[in-house]
């Protein structure tokens, strides 16, 4: 029996079963990294956003209340991932503890701080040009300066002119002798230390943000100034820009070292967030301001002073330990002369003590001299914005004045007044009697301000019958009836 083979199968088919399920998984791997990869790379086109930019003001001297909000600023500026800080200032200086916080809190910046004297017309002058110096990006508007950066002190003799040796330096090394009749004599000890102090930390900051530090020297040394073009041709500063705008736009691409770490700044377009004073800053500036710290100061011992000549007035009590307090810790922020301090104090004591003491006008008078004086001198510092007017220690001297003459005053005024308290005040008080014993006629008890004392009288007393006070004798009262001939005037 013949059995029929089947036919082989075509050797073209047995490939194709396989290849195609094959090819059709390569394809699906293909299109499913080809969507992961559409989702990790940014589409054709788009383009990163730059970060955000902090701006901050200072505008007028550099002391306690705006050095706690740079470093504030600073910090809340790093927190929120800035690209940049702005510090736009107008500053004719500032006082050397604060001016050193700043430049601390900006060397230690975990963000790139860009220092810009601006608008035209602002300066940054002594604190301000250290403030410049120390930032990452030094910039300027036109119609500005920079410069004049000697340290200003009580005393400090101003720094020699162009051509003179620098503070510090001998006869020797200048080539010159003994000064000439009508030179200035050269610097103490103490002024050359506090020249030598400043130009050092000023060409260090220099040389830390590779500007020019021959000059930084000569504007401490010599308080020279630069305009804004003459800055940047000289290399003081790194940009020279009309506005905040074009400042961005002049820095962004440049690499800035921050905190030891090399970054590039990406500013053009970025969105500008200013960063305004908050109340801390605000009650900092104005307790900080040496007049209103004087007016505290008045305002405190003064209340305290009353409190203790009325004892349970509370109000005068509260109110001068709070300004007390107040002004203390104003003092303690401000460069404070302490002789000034004490006359101060010395001087309210005296004009005080002159409505208890029977000086004749000696005590008042001398109080009011040492209250000048130290207003005068309380501040131990030259620079502007931080003395106190001449015209507020005037009012103030006559305000205190005008207080000690009227409470001395109404002082001999109320001795000449009759006894309104106590044993002599009982004297000619209607009374009535109380209780009354019949076996003692002339013997009962009265009550007198809410209190019963024992009674006696020339005549017969009767229950509830009016007498008059004419006479004490330890804790008994004399007393006589009002309806009878033996009442006394």
């Known amino acids: 029996m013949l059995r029929h ?11 194709f079963t396989i290849a195609f399920p094959v090819a059709f998984l390569a394809a699906l791997l293909v299109a499913l990294a080809g969507a992961l990869a559409g ?23 550099i002391g306690p209340a705006s050095a706690d909000q740079v470093v504030r600023g600073i910090d809340r500026s790093a927190s929120l991932g800035h690209g940049l800080l702005v510090l736009r200032m107008d500053t004719p200086g500032g006082l050397d503890t604060s001016m050193r916080t700043v430049i601390k809190a900006i060397l230690a910046s975990k963000v790139p701080v860009a220092a810009y004297v601006a608008p035209s017309g602002a300066r940054a002058a002594s604190a301000g040009t250290y403030l410049l110096y120390a930032s990452h990006i030094a910039a300027m508007a036109p119609g500005t300066n920079v410069g004049a950066a000697t340290p200003v002190e009580i005393g400090l003799t101003p720094p020699a002119p162009a051509g003179q040796p620098p503070p510090g330096s001998s006869d020797k090394d200048s080539g010159k002798g003994a000064p000439k009749a009508g030179q200035k004599d050269p610097p103490s000890p103490m002024q050359a230390k506090a020249l030598n102090d400043a130009a050092a930390y000023l060409r260090g900051l220099a040389q830390l943000r590779g500007r020019n530090a021959d000059w930084a020297e000569r504007a401490v040394r010599e308080s020279v100034s630069l305009t804004a073009e003459e ?21 962004d691409g440049r690499t800035v070292s921050v905190a030891g770490q ?11 967030v200013e960063f305004a004073p908050d109340w ?7 307790i900080g301001n040496p007049s209103v710290a004087l007016l505290l100061m008045t305002v405190g011992l003064y209340g305290l002073v009353f409190e203790f000549m009325n004892p349970g007035a509370v109000a005068p009590g509260v109110i001068g330990a709070i300004c007390l307090l107040l002004g203390l810790y104003a003092l303690q922020l401000l460069p404070v002369n302490y002789a000034g301090l004490a006359l101060i104090v010395l001087g309210l004591a005296f004009m005080v003590a002159e409505a208890f003491l029977p000086s004749f006008g000696i005590l008042g008078l001398g109080g009011i001299a040492a209250f000048v004086a130290g207003a005068l001198m309380l501040i131990d510092t030259e620079l ?15 305000g205190s004045a005008l207080l000690m003459f009227g409470t001395a005053h109404l002082a001999l005024k109320t001795r000449r007044r009759p006894v309104a308290s106590g044993a002599a005040a009982m004297i000619g008080t209607l009374c009535s009697v109380e209780r009354h014993d019949a076996a003692r006629p002339h013997e009962g008890w009265v009550r007198v301000e809410g209190e019963l004392w024992h009674a006696i009288s020339a005549t017969p007393l009767l229950p509830a019958q009016t007498v008059r006070i004419v006479g004490r004798s330890g804790l008994i009262l004399e007393v006589v009836p009002t309806d009878t001939k033996q009442e006394t005037t």
């Not at 089947?6 to 047995?14: C, E």
């Open 280 to 286: 801390r800053t605000d009650v900092l500036a104005a």
């Open 231 to 251: 800055a940047l041709r000289m290399q003081v500063i790194d940009v020279l820009a009309p506005d905040i705008p074009a400042l961005l736009a002049q820095v």
């Open 384 to 398: 502007p914005g931080f003395g106190i007017p001449v015209g507020l220690v005037v009012t103030l001297a006559v």
């Open 5 to 15: 083979k089947p036919a082989a199968a075509p050797a073209a088919v047995l490939p």
């Open 39 to 61: 989702l990790s790379l940014p589409a054709a086109g788009a383009v990163n956003k730059p970060a955000a930019v902090g701006l901050l003001t200072i505008d007028g001297a």
């Open 262 to 272: 090399p970054r590039r700044l990406e500013t053009k377009g970025a969105v500008l």
